[in-house]
């Protein structure tokens, strides 16, 4: 069970953004977290995939801390995928940082091994994305932490990385936390949707600083 | 208002130190946009929709080579008559906080789009001070720099550069990505509201939704071809006389019922001669391989696919 316990977070000298949070995914289970924009979802993300640290409150992942360092049994996918590569890395090399026993998933997301020779800015959004997913979804990874990971991608690339992380994550038992604005999409995919965390935040107030 | 013929667009790749490749990414385009027509162009990441705009506004890098023809109100655009038109007839909303120069305030900003629309001083401001009004910014707003302010303002902002001028045609690129429904509704109902003052609007996404929702026209873009131009609404009737392909982005969205279709194979092993779509294609024949469907008209729409029937 990954585990958020009464989590604080501010940044800066900010109003806090997260108060008392409290956020469980058991494993095997996809769970939603929908919310409007700055309401702290991501900042939630980050601190769960021990990106960053939350000023008071604990994350535990089966009953002990994140790792310091070493590999993460928490990994984070980000919306972005060009952001979360490095550009002068071939897509080969960016793969085995992660992952050395993918090929069973390059097959299951149809990426061909041609395309291990290639920069990242040759692959489209959609083929990057699977990349980066490949270069998460290793046997060590417990839990998935998806950060609207499907929101620049049009609805048939969309529904056929869902399915295979869903299938993926089921025959593993690995826990998802879907983070996105569709809540259709969530819906769709999720075992349980998180919608406490929306009123809990004290900060919905910050939203928009000054318009209309 | 505008009409653009068989837009091709293909750039040059080096291989290595003599040997180069042309990479064909737009082949063929055509659509037109009426006055008060809002017109989507649909497609996958890749499949050359920003390239069509950038294409009409002059923008494509170096190694870029175009054909075919647009023609702006009745007359024939020519590249330096492009740089004439861009940003005083044909403005572009850009598709993030990116595009805003970060070391200048927002007002400034919108005030320079302004007089290089051609305005002179003294409307400027005025203007500038209406489209702020207009999209709900405060005057405060004005002074702020493009990191102090929200996606949803920095939107407004952006549509707000593009009309402060008196451009008659719109192009907004992917307008909603990454904004959570209320912010995007707002974005959209203002294009809608640009419409509806009698502009064209062409409206880049890939979210087919959206583009239901506000669009007149759908233009389906698939590996750099046009696959269908539809009536919007057809795809709400649930009218099934269309492209396998716009079929497959409307049963794959979440509540049609998240169907995947197989991943696309890499463009290199794209076999050109047959039908681009042939490979993953639920309805593909042994002849889509052999030869390349042209765009052909079934009932009030433009369909390339050989064997959708009316």
Known sequence: ?212 | MLEIHNLSISFQRNRASFDRETLSVVSDISLSVQPGEIVALIGASGAGKSLVAHALLGLLPANATMSGEFIFKGKRLSPAGIQELRGREIALIPQSVTHLNPLTRVGKQVYRSARLSGRCADTAHTSCDRTFARYQLADTVKSMYPFQISRGMARRVLTATATAGNANLIIADEPTTGLDPEVSEQSLAHLKELATQGKGVVLITHDLENGVQIADTLVVLYEGMTVEITPARALEENDLIMHPYTRSLWQALPRNGFMSLPPTPSSSTLNRNGCLFAERCPQARPGCRQSAPSLRRVNHKLVRCNHVAG
């Open chain 1, 1 to 212: 069970m990954l585990r958020a316990e009464k989590i604080c977070y501010r940044y800066d000298k900010d109003i806090p953004l997260l108060e008392g949070v409290i956020c469980t995914i058991n494993s095997g289970e996809i769970v939603g977290l929908p919310g409007p924009s700055g309401c702290g979802k991501s900042t939630l993300a980050r601190l769960m995939a021990g990106f960053d640290h939350p000023q008071s409150g604990i994350i535990f992942c089966n009953d002990q801390a994140l790792p310091a360092s070493g590999f993460s049994p928490v990994q984070m996918i980000f919306q972005h995928p060009e952001l979360a590569v490095n550009p002068r890395w071939k897509i080969g090399k960016i793969l085995a940082e992660g992952n050395t026993d993918c090929s069973e998933l390059l097959q299951r997301f149809g990426i061909g091994l041609n395309q291990l020779e290639r920069y990242p800015h040759e692959l489209s959004g959609g083929e990057l994305q699977r990349i980066t997913l490949i270069r998460a979804m290793t046997p060590a990874t417990r839990y998935l932490i998806a950060d609207e990971m499907t929101a620049s991608l049009d609805p048939a690339t969309q529904a056929l990385i869902w399915q295979t992380v869903l299938s993926w994550a089921k025959s593993r038992q690995v826990g998802v936390l879907a983070i996105s604005h569709d809540a259709s999409l969530l819906n769709c995919i999720c075992d349980r949707i998180d919608n406490g965390f929306c009123l809990q935040s004290p900060s919905s107030h910050l939203r928009e600083p000054i318009a209309a």
